[in-house]
């Protein structure tokens, strides 16, 4: 029988202690048990280190980093991905859940299809965990529908490593995931979506992802000093990307 791939999930950790417990128990209760969790603890404060220390201590396959410094969520999973051993990469923010079975599911979806890369729909939840709304992929995309639509949820992809050993997470506060995506879609065509509810987004009051003048600095950030786009093609992406947002 072949043995079945490791999983490494890499979770940022910044001031989400109300959530974390919650979080981290729909990853204990996966029916997929091969995997590794590593958390990066990207607080200055260090008043909650101890608590996921005591927390996860009788765990041998959870690590815990701690930087010495706030980082942000993309350089903090790229020190995630520096640090892991497995074949594929799941991504966890440290407020989402995941459904019993996502990891078990969609790896077989991506053995069976031949993947590099899948995500999938998702949930929206809010802090009591009340769905609020459920947002559905499109199959199949491309690299010119990315470009003002991001179908992509963070804690929705499983990845193999192998893709991402020259390409990472940007240090943009807001949209770091997006533009990962974006790049790897330029290299690689072994990408799909799963249309299937496998997790749960938490939608919260004061998160950067909750910040419309960050997400829109970031936004033209991303057209302009990441693909190199000039001020007005970078003004005209970031405005469909904008629109297509708030109609999703």
Excluded at 96 to 118: G, P, R, Y
Excluded at 132 to 161: E, F
Excluded at 204 to 222: A, C, M, P
Aim: proline share 1%; hydrophobic share 35%.
């Amino acid at each position: 029988m072949k043995k079945k791939p490791k999983i490494s999930i890499i979770i940022p950790f910044f001031k989400k202690r109300k959530f974390f417990k919650e979080t981290i128990n729909s990853i204990l209760n996966q029916s997929f048990k091969n995997y590794e969790i590593i958390i990066i603890y990207d607080d200055e404060n260090k008043s909650d280190l101890n608590y996921i220390r005591n927390y996860i201590q009788n765990y041998k396959n959870i690590k815990i980093f701690a930087n010495k410094k706030n980082l942000g969520v993309g350089l903090s999973r790229n020190i995630g991905i520096k640090k892991s051993k497995g074949e594929y990469l799941a991504f966890c923010d440290s407020d989402d859940v995941w459904k019993k079975n996502k990891l078990t599911e969609q790896l077989k979806f991506m053995i069976k299809n031949n993947l590099d890369f899948s995500f999938t729909s998702y949930n929206i939840i809010d802090e009591e965990g009340k769905i609020i709304k459920s947002r559905r992929i499109k199959k199949k995309i491309n690299y010119k529908i990315l470009l003002t639509h991001c179908y992509i949820g963070l804690s929705t992809v499983l990845i193999k490593k192998r893709i991402v050993n020259n390409v990472k997470f940007s240090d943009m506060k807001t949209k770091e995931d997006y533009l990962l995506w974006l790049n790897l879609y330029k290299k690689n065509n072994k990408i799909k979506g799963f249309d299937k509810i496998l997790s749960s987004w938490r939608k919260t009051r004061n998160s950067l992802s909750s910040s419309i003048s960050q997400k829109l600095l970031d936004g033209f950030r991303l057209y302009n000093r990441e693909l190199k786009y000039n001020f007005f093609k970078s003004f005209f992406y970031l405005i469909r990307l904008s629109f297509n947002s708030l109609i999703k």
